[in-house]
């Protein structure tokens, strides 16, 4: 009973803790206390924030390295931010439409993930993260090869070829123009629209994580062999982790394209993914929260430090390092401790040991 | 004609793939991690030869060797600071580590050489040597890399299988504690590993710059991509699958290019990749192991 009452706990902070950042900020920009460059990353990082969620349910709650997450990401991009330009006529109304282009961007990445859950069950640890990579690197090279253009006569697609093999009609819009990628998106992207989709991301995971599914995928996780012999189907529930993790990085990526004007394939590279994974690791693995302020900490650093432009990434990197040895390594953790223990002996009990 | 200068572009660029991922899986065999600032030692070892020789107008192969012998300096140095205090720690703390040298090299190299592209001119000049009347022709380059190629592989198998350094590396690889109780300095070992692995990167790396000339701080990250995915697809810790993989990588990525789509390339390999582990989960050479609860 207490334990139940703790969990709900610990997801009523997290929920309280992106609305009241939400109200917060909401404030600042209103006064005008914010600079525009940090106003301008606002929807990013609400992207950024839902992609490094949906990783955590991959690595941290199903416990399988992926590094090409970026490419669900992309997916949800490119066929969201076509189908709002497609529905532009249908549907006047920019919030609406913005949430059914999230809609079909989740569907379309969720079934990209479906697709690469078929290897995912048969491969482990470091060959599953290979697939993942390689899997992120060939949709963005097809992507790369794609037109999509759109007329009265509906959507034309076309395939490593060029924007004329489209032969599209005298009212006919290029929409994906191959490594143009898209161009002349309006951009419907609003602060609001992106804390709406992390509630909703929150909600589906967290609710995932605190379930008999979700109890399953951890079980999975911490010891396969022993899960699959009390009778939990690996299949099942490895794919419902893996695709609702894709889902929700599409609707992330349509959230992100829609603040842009112009959005290409390259953008969702290896190094997209590695960075959404940094915010999983930084944030903890498992720890939806952790995963949040990571992300959003993390995008806003770089922006500060412009102002040391060449050297911000070096610095960056450096963090990172120190950051990673200082929380793993023993010796250092023994130490960390036994200070932390002397101001506050409760912390101490409350450290547990990582597998 | 065109048949056979396919392939053997293509087991030339394999054969760098080859040395990469050679590096790859040393180190992968003995500390079980992936280390994703291999590519950028590359980088490292590339830069370092393009200064001494057309700079400081060294001949090529002091050029190499003082890559060589940087990038070892480099690799050991990274080893010591970045990974040996994790050593215990979770894999993907150490993965994310690497990561962050792999950005850290990156942004140094921008930093000290700027961004703008250098011209890598060949360390072996521009010569091609013709065939069957002039209708084949095959660069000096594509010769010296696959023959340093074939030269590192039958070192590297001698000095594993036969030295005491080699054995050592292998003891430590299958069981570290049991490894420490024969008197192996396990450390020593590790370090003695990621030495190898960064002399060959830089050797990969002049011969990648020799045969595709732009020099840039992000040269190293996509060739450093390919060839993890070849140390994967031979079986990553088996030094032949390393091979294997990479020259097989390096002829599809050339045949798709000339008989697919130049555009698909990638794509095409990294499909064949997911077919094979699909059909073969650890690769081609990889071990089969077998879990316990």
New interface residues.
Partial sequence: MKRISKTAHSNLYTYGFVIIAYAVLMLITATGGISSSLKGQLVPICAYVVMAVSLNLT?GVLGE?SLGHAGFMSVGAFTGVVACISLEALIPLAPLRMAISMVIGALCAGMAGALIG??VL???G??L???T???G??IK??I??LYVGTDSRGLHISF?TNSDALNLGEDGRVIIDGPMGISGITKISTFTTGIILILVTLFIVLNLVNSRSGRAIMALRD????AE?VGIPVTKYKMMAFVISAALAGAAGTLYAMNYSTIIATKFN?NTS?LI??FV??GG?GNVLGSIIAAAVLTVIPELLREFD??R??V???V??LV??A??????KSMLRRVLGKIRPSITKDVKE?? | MTFLSYLISGISLGSVYAIIALGYTMVYGISKMLNFAHGDVIMVGAYVCFFATFRWNLPPVAGVLLAMVLCTILGVVIERLAYKPLRSAASLAVLITAIGVSYFLQNAAQLLWTSNPKVFTSVVGNGSVKLFGGQLSISVIAIVTIAACIIIMIALTWFTGMTKMGKAMRACSEDKGAAQLMGISVNFTISVTFAIGSALAAIAGVLLCSAYPTLMPTTGSMPGIKAFTAAVFGGIGSIPGAMIGGILLGLIEIFGKAYISTQLSDAIVFAVLIIVLLVKPTGLLGKQVHEKV
């Fill in positions: 690595v390295l078929i290897p048969r491969l482990r470091d060959y993260a290979i697939v990579l390689a899997f690197e060939i090279n097809i790369n090869c490593l010891n396969r062999i022993a012999s290896f590695i994974l940094v690791v930084l693995l060449d050297y990434m070096l960056y990197a450096i990172l390092i990673m040895i929380t793993n390594n023993a010796v250092f990582g597998p």
